[in-house]
């Protein structure tokens, strides 16, 4: 049987690497997880909520501002497969974040299969331009940037990573200050023959055009790449060979597996400043 994807002959088999879902005892708890400490942070934490960035109705983030002016910015982009969730279940990044005194963006963009990644690609790629010219009217500075996402968000970091902001937008060539990807997915060519293909749609043209993996080119912006030690083989070895091509590029960053931590709980860290994810971010942001 000619494999479908690497080693993998079967729609199964490649379920079983990139469905995190298949191993949870109650699939639903992650959801309600975010959901609850989301509301707890726009509860409990000053916010702007769906500010638009973009002519769509979808295309709106949520800011959590430092208490302190001038404050060092993180964008957070979720995760969800492209084709799930929202910036309102992710609120509760800010959680650890803002005693650290960094302002959060969580951004919002249009799912699959209303639209394709490249149109997502572009919303994410506006949310980050969008915040680098206004976040300064909500106390954030643009020169402190850091950027950073979980699963379908981490690959849309790295995608983020490949643009040409001064080209396209008018903005310096590497705008962002750090960059850290939770549990990504960087050659999405496996998705293809996943279970997630009728709602992503993929084929040959997103495929090439929106695999980070494949396109890595010169960039100052440090970044730590990283999994739940408890995700499957494919998870690690997806980490593993984006840093490998980011740093056959001449960039610098960093690699390690999260400790107990599956697909879900690899955020986690977000909700508690003391945690590694946190205060990475806040080294990075010279806090």
């Not at 000053?46 to 960035?53: N, T």
């Not at 950073?148 to 690959?155: P, Y």
């Not at 990504?184 to 996943?194: E, Q, V």
Request: charged share 15%; aromatic share 10%; with cysteine.
């Amino acid at each position: 049987m000619t494999p479908l994807y690497r080693e993998f002959e079967t729609q199964a088999q490649l379920d079983a690497q990139y469905n995190p879902a298949i191993k949870l005892t109650d699939p639903t708890a992650p959801a309600k997880h975010y959901a609850v400490r989301s509301a707890q942070a726009r509860a409990s934490l000053r916010c702007v909520l769906d500010v638009p960035y973009g002519p769509t109705l979808a295309e709106t983030l949520d800011i959590f501002p430092a208490d302190a002016p001038n404050a060092p910015v993180f964008v957070f982009l979720h995760g969800g497969y492209w084709r799930a969730f929202s910036s309102k279940e992710f609120s509760c990044v800010a959680l650890g974040l803002q005693p650290l005194g960094i302002t959060t963006v969580v951004v919002n963009y249009t799912l699959c299969p209303f639209v394709t990644l490249d149109e997502i690609t572009r919303q994410v790629r506006a949310a980050v331009a969008w915040t680098h010219h206004h976040i300064a009217d909500y106390g954030g500075d643009p020169a402190r940037l850091a950027l950073g996402g979980h699963s379908a968000g981490a690959h849309l970091t790295a995608m983020c990573l490949l643009t040409r902001w001064a080209e396209d937008y008018g903005m310096p060539s590497d705008p962002i200050a750090a960059a850290l990807l939770v549990s990504g997915i960087y050659d999405i060519a496996p998705l293809r023959y996943s279970y997630l293909q009728p709602m992503i749609q993929l084929d040959e043209g997103l495929i090439r055009r929106n695999s980070p993996m494949f396109g890595v080119c010169p960039c100052a912006t440090p970044i730590w790449v990283n999994w739940g030690s408890e995700e499957t083989p494919e998870f690690e070895r997806q980490a593993s060979s984006f840093l490998a091509a980011w740093q056959a590029a001449g960039n610098a960053g960093e690699l390690s597996a999260l400790p107990d931590a599956d697909h879900y709980r690899g955020i986690h860290g977000f909700e508690n400043p003391a945690s590694h994810l946190s205060q990475w971010l806040a080294a990075r942001l010279a806090l």
